[in-house]
């Protein structure tokens, strides 16, 4: 299957700088990457996604970029804030099998 | 809109017990998914739905079944718990399939004695 590797597994970050969170996959074939932010006792949410045909998508203070390649995507969240501090997740859509494959999360805390 | 929900909130089972947990969806949306939630694992899937009538297994289908006799509903049956059952259990759903956004359920929290 999938294999789906997040990392760092855990990142702290003063309020207002930035943070980076990287995640790998396996499967060529994949084409669909979202981004999932789970707050704690909460179910998880999408925030951003992007598609095997666009290398770079923006959402005001998040971003996601692709390298296809490489196979791995990251995501950007820039001028952080506390309620930025969650965890994070992303997923891999291999082309055809119709489930998701998610990684096992990146926790973020923002330090005020 | 409700969006999905799921009950019970919380569940706690003696070994060998079988339980349902429910999952309901007033969105119209054809695909439904159940993950567990364990610390440090991630969300793994258990079994998924692409409509009415048709389920297939995911990464982690021992010990759950699920039927999807309508597109609202998709429920997931333990059917003897055991400790390695003890998790949070999420219901998500979506309009067309696995590539696109996945809505999800407030969670269910089981403990296995």
């Known amino acids: 299957g999938e294999n789906v590797e997040q990392h760092p597994s855990t990142l702290s970050v003063q309020e207002g700088d930035s943070a980076v969170i990287k995640c790998t996959y396996s499967?060529?074939?994949?084409?669909?990457f979202p981004w999932y932010k789970q707050e704690l006792g909460k179910r998880p949410q999408l925030i951003i996604d992007i598609r095997s045909n666009v290398g770079e998508k923006k959402d005001q203070r998040i971003a996601v970029t692709l390298n296809k390649t490489a196979k791995h995507f990251s995501l950007h969240i820039t001028e952080t804030q506390p309620e930025d501090s969650a965890v994070y997740f992303c997923?891999?859509?291999?082309?055809?099998?119709?489930?998701?494959?998610f990684g096992k999360g990146n926790q973020v805390v923002v330090i005020p | 809109n409700a969006g999905v929900t799921q009950t019970p909130k919380f569940q706690v089972l003696k070994t060998g017990q079988s339980m349902t947990l429910q999952c309901a969806q007033d969105m119209n949306h054809e695909y439904m998914s159940w993950y567990r939630q364990d610390p440090g694992m991630g969300l793994r899937l258990i079994h998924y739905s692409v409509g009415a009538g048709i389920t297939d297994q995911g990464e982690v289908p021992n010990g759950y079944n699920v039927s999807r006799s309508t597109t609202e509903d998709f429920p997931l049956r333990l059917l003897s718990a055991a400790p390695s059952q003890t998790s949070v259990y999420f219901c998500?759903?979506?309009?067309?399939?696995?590539?696109?956004?996945?809505?999800f359920g407030p969670g269910t929290r089981l403990t296995v004695l």
């Open positions: 998500a759903s979506s309009y067309q399939g696995a590539p696109n956004e996945q809505f």
């Open positions: 499967d060529s074939a994949s084409n669909y």
């Open positions: 997923a891999v859509y291999p082309y055809g099998n119709n489930r998701l494959a």
